[in-house]
């Protein structure tokens, strides 16, 4: 694979780091990440890399930093330092390739706006491409609420909407967008089985198509099922790399340290089974 020199960054204790070399092609890579509200870091000197044309998950406990490493994956919060690459490209310069859908618990659903216009915002980037054609934009933004089962709602206010209903017309949005790296926090939380099903099924489409998809997820049985790969985190990188040989029992223990109980890990279907 191609790489590109990077240059040298200030690393947190004041040491001079190069951190590893940028692959040109991949949809997201970070280096050398680290992001503080406060005094202590959230994310901490984090390289990753998210392959192409793979679903990848980002795992971790409750506060370890995933939810901040997307939203640094974004360039919406400022870096302490560190680099993010978006298709070899500074994140800056290409933040319209990247479509995301946030924590639902980060979302003040009692805005008043109604789900046709939620799905139309992620339009607004393509406005230059449509001009005024809203005909066409509507168009569009029904064919997105179409292909997650939310046809029927376009018309119904957002705080309306039960929470997996909400879930699916924020995945509507993003596919508006018709990005190539899609970013989603959590996108499972709160959904019923159903809603999970119509999801993945969205989700696995668009790697079909060729998209990259990066999502945070909690839910450790179903990892093996819906990913290729994996990145663990607490609030330093713990692994990373393809479901198969990356989701080890080990890694987990290494990323939820006691938080996960022994008897917990034995049903997981982990890497090398046991
Ligand atoms: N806006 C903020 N201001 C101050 N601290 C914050 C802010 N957002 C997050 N934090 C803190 O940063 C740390 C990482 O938070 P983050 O939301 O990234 O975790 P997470 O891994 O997404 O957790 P969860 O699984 O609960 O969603 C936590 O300790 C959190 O309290
Ligand atoms: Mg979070």
């Given amino acids: 694979m191609t790489t590109t020199q990077q240059p040298i960054v200030a690393a947190q204790d004041g040491r001079a780091t190069r951190p ?8 997201l ?23 192409a044309e793979a679903m990848s998950a980002i795992i971790g406990p409750n506060g370890a930093g995933k939810s901040t490493l997307l939203k640094a994956a974004l360039g919406v919060i400022p870096r302490l330092s560190g680099e993010v690459y978006v298709f070899g490209q500074p994140v800056e310069k290409a933040r319209e390739r990247i479509a995301y859908v946030p924590q639902r618990a980060s979302v003040d659903w009692d805005f008043p706006t109604t789900v ?22 509507a168009a569009r933004a029904r064919d997105c609420l179409d292909r997650v089962g939310m ?9 309306q909407l039960s929470g997996g209903q909400q879930q699916r017309v924020f995945l509507a949005r993003a596919l508006a967008q018709d990005a190539d790296l899609y970013l989603l926090d959590e996108p499972f939380a709160g959904v019923d089985a159903a809603t999970e099903r119509a999801i993945i099924d969205v989700l696995k489409l668009l790697k079909a198509e060729g998209k990259a998809v990066v999502a945070v997820h909690h839910d450790l049985s179903t990892v093996s099922d819906y990913f290729d790969h994996v990145f663990l985190i607490n609030v330093r990188r713990i692994a990373e790399g393809p479901v198969s040989d990356t989701f080890t029992t080990g890694n987990l223990q290494a990323t939820y340290g006691g938080r996960l109980a022994a008897t917990h890990l034995d049903e997981l279907p982990v890497a090398g089974g046991v």
């Fill in 20 to 27: 590893a070399a940028v692959p040109t092609g991949a949809p």
């Fill in 116 to 137: 046709m216009d939620v799905v139309q915002m992620g339009l607004y980037r393509k406005v230059g491409l449509l001009g005024r054609l809203s005909g066409q934009m």
């Fill in 151 to 159: 046809a029927d709602f376009s018309h119904r206010q957002i705080g």
């Fill in 29 to 51: 890579a970070v280096r050398g990440v680290t992001v503080s509200y406060g005094e202590k870091p959230a994310v901490f000197s984090v390289d990753a890399t998210f392959p």
